[in-house]
Structures are given as structure tokens and as C-alpha cells.
């Protein structure tokens, strides 16, 4: 890497990492996707015939070319660490998919050598980048609600509703599955960023749909958890503490979508959408303040995104890459990182504990 050519990434992971990933770094000019990598080789041909990209099934082999400055590791969550580990001892920078690890102690052990080695991670906790709650955060800066008092937060979706659905890693718990892990990590991080970290809480999960059929179409058991119910305490910067209620659910048969309510002493902010297909397209924010009426609210021009695609996932990655960049170019901490991976990692923990 030089301040002559781009950040040379690889992909490691081409489900959401193909359909994602590369469409993203496509549109950063600071990045350069260079190299595949994937376990099955047939998946890794047919990606690197689409996209002219060079293959790797060998992870050393991976680490050991030198155009790859950094890897995207966007992998199922049990191999995360040890692939995230062995990138970090090679040098390279990281941009990793949550839930970062099985567990905040694997989280830890990367935070500890990547500050070590001054080397930039990003964790993908893109709501981050989406201009409607970016636009919450300033509002909520800004006191545009008042002192808080609660908030309510329902995740109801039902891309797991059908029992037919195959088993696979996310049907199992000590792999990184359940719904704590996919929405949950993004639900504490959301939760830590626009009001405060999660204190105390109190936690219930359920299996709802124990089995489901694997491939040879035998059933296979479920352990990991497809709804949580959590009612927690948040701590803002100037140590207040605010109730909160958490739903989630994978399960949720034609389940309401993403709404974020929160309530103040002057009034009430509502962000949500009931979009099932696109986690980012769909979503309106609504202030209500006291002796108005309700307003719908838009991001501020300087918040919107540039570019969008079809598929509302590719504009806050490409976003949330770019930031990455910055951080590597310029050696300043990343936000969201570890550091925000960790605490909401540990949150987790506790829930599933």
C-alpha cells in the first residue's frame, strides 16, 4: 500500500461478502478488491470467473500476497476468530462481520493484538451509516426529545417463520447462531451508540422452532435462540439511566420489522420500518414533540448517500468501508471497531448466559 494506489482488499466469504461487499468497495475509490477467498472451491471459481479476481482456498497463501493490504472477513462466526487472528499476526487490517466472535474473550484476544500492531479494524455495524439514524443520533445530541426516560426497541422479523427452512450453522448455538447474534449485536450497538451501554438487564430466549431439515432431509435439532425478550437499563454519558425493552424475534410471522421508540420528557422520537425484504430501504423517523404536531423527519443533506442500489445494504457498507479507509490511511481509531464490537459482544454474553 502506497499513497500512489488503492488499499488492496480481499474478501474472505462470498455470501454476503460477494453479494455485498464487492459491489461496495467498487465504489470507494480508496479500495481495491484483489483476491478471494472461500472453503469450497467450486463457490470460489464461480465468483472469481464473474469478478476476474484471483482465488484462495489457503489462508497462509492468502496472507502471504503482497497486494492484499487488508481482508473483509465475512465468514459464518466460529471460524472468525482463528482467520482474524492468523490476518492480524500477517499484518493486514480487518473488516469484520458480527457478531465479531463466539465470544467477548476471542473479542478481547483480537483488540489486544491489533492495538498491538496498530492495525485498523472495523466491525460492520452498518446502521451506523444509514442517514435516518444518523440523523436520530443528532437529534438525540441535540435534546430534541428532552431528558430520556425509555426506550423501546421490537425486532420482529420472519425470515426463519418457515419450519422447512434447512438447518445449518445458524440453527446451531455454539457456531454463532440465533437471533442475539444476528440482530441482537447490532440491536446493543445501536442501543449503546444513540443512548448509552447496556448495564443491568434481564433476559429470556426461546427455541421456537426446534428442528428443521438438514441436507440429507432428516431433521436436525435447533439449539440456537430465535426470540429473546430483554428489558435493560442504559447509561448515558452523563450517567443517567434509562429503562429500556428489547424484542427480538427471526420468527416473527409477518412480525412488524424494525421499530426503535424512544421517550423523553418533552416528547417522543419513533424510528422504524416494517420493510422485511431490505433492512435499509423503508425505514421513516418521526418527532413528536409536546405541544406540536408529530413531524416527519429527513436526514440532513450532508447525511444522505450519494449513491444507492437496488439492494439497500451497499450504500451504509460502502459507507462504513470508507471510513474504514480513512482509519487506515490516516492511523486514527475505527468507529464502529473492537472497541464497539467488544461491548456489544459482552452484552450478548450476558443475554445468551
Not at 418457515?162 to 445449518?168: E, I, T, V
Not at 429527513?298 to 445494504?313: E, H, K, V
Request: proline share 5%; glycine share 8%; charged share 20%.
Amino acid at each position: 500500500m502506497t499513497a500512489t494506489r488503492p488499499i488492496g482488499v480481499a474478501i474472505a466469504g462470498l455470501g454476503f461478502g460477494d453479494a455485498v461487499h464487492r459491489p461496495a468497495l467498487a465504489a470507494n475509490s480508496g479500495l481495491e478488491a484483489v483476491a478471494l477467498w472461500h472453503p469450497r472451491q467450486e463457490r470460489l471459481d464461480q465468483v472469481s470467473s464473474e469478478s476476474g479476481l484471483k482465488g484462495y482456498t489457503d489462508w497462509d497463501a492468502l496472507l502471504a500476497d503482497e497486494s492484499v493490504d487488508a481482508v473483509i472477513i465475512a465468514t459464518p462466526p466460529a471460524p472468525r476468530h482463528n482467520l482474524a487472528l492468523r490476518a492480524l499476526q500477517a499484518g493486514k487490517h480487518l473488516l469484520l462481520e458480527k457478531p465479531v466472535a463466539l465470544d467477548a474473550q476471542q473479542v478481547a484476544n483480537l483488540q489486544r493484538e491489533a492495538i498491538s500492531r496498530r492495525l485498523s479494524v472495523a466491525v460492520d455495524f452498518e446502521y451506523r451509516a444509514v442517514p435516518l439514524f444518523q440523523q436520530a443520533a443528532r437529534l438525540l445530541q441535540s435534546r430534541a426529545v428532552g431528558d430520556l426516560w425509555l426506550v423501546k426497541m421490537d425486532w420482529l422479523m420472519s425470515s426463519r417463520a418457515n419450519p422447512n427452512r434447512a438447518w445449518s450453522w445458524y440453527s446451531q448455538a455454539d457456531q454463532g447462531g440465533g437471533v442475539i447474534g444476528a440482530l441482537g449485536t447490532h440491536a446493543f450497538d445501536t442501543l449503546a451508540w444513540l443512548v448509552g451501554p447496556v448495564q443491568q438487564l434481564q433476559s429470556m430466549t426461546r427455541t421456537a422452532i426446534a428442528e428443521r431439515p438438514g441436507a440429507d432431509g432428516r431433521q436436525q435439532p435447533v439449539d440456537a435462540d430465535d426470540i429473546a425478550l430483554i428489558n435493560a437499563e442504559l447509561a448515558t454519558d452523563q450517567g443517567v439511566l434509562v429503562s429500556a425493552q428489547i424484542a427480538l424475534a427471526s420468527v416473527a410471522r409477518h412480525g412488524r420489522g424494525c421499530w426503535l421508540e424512544i421517550y423523553g420528557s418533552e416528547g417522543s422520537l419513533v424510528l422504524g420500518s416494517g420493510n422485511q425484504k431490505d433492512y435499509v430501504h423503508g425505514f421513516s423517523l418521526t418527532l413528536h414533540r409536546d405541544g406540536e404536531s408529530a413531524r416527519s423527519i429527513q436526514a440532513d443533506d450532508d447525511l444522505r448517500f450519494p449513491t444507492t442500489w437496488s439492494d439497500g445494504r451497499v450504500a451504509p457498507v460502502a459507507r462504513l468501508q470508507s471510513w474504514w479507509a480513512d482509519s487506515i490511511i490516516s492511523g486514527h481509531p475505527m468507529v464502529p471497531g473492537l472497541a464497539e464490537g467488544l461491548v456489544s459482544q459482552q452484552v450478548c454474553d450476558r443475554a445468551l448466559a
